[in-house]
């Protein structure tokens, strides 16, 4: 990750095992990710398996 802080860049690295990382198969596989989805991935989450928030409601 190649990122800019206050007065240059830094180059942020993580080594990834086997297999641990989904790489897309195609363009059309290629995901646009938030900050938190990228802490999700580098933490070795599955983000293909999450889900949105659940919103309640009363029933009485």
């Not at 989904?22 to 646009?32: A, G, Q, Y």
């Amino acid at each position: 990750m190649l990122y800019w802080a206050e007065n240059g860049f830094c180059i942020w690295m993580k080594r990834l095992e086997k297999e641990s990382f989904r790489w897309p198969e195609s363009e059309n596989d290629v995901l646009e990710v938030s900050q938190v989805t990228l802490g999700w991935l580098l933490n070795g989450l599955d983000v293909s398996q999450a889900h949105h928030s659940l919103h309640y409601s009363s029933t009485g």
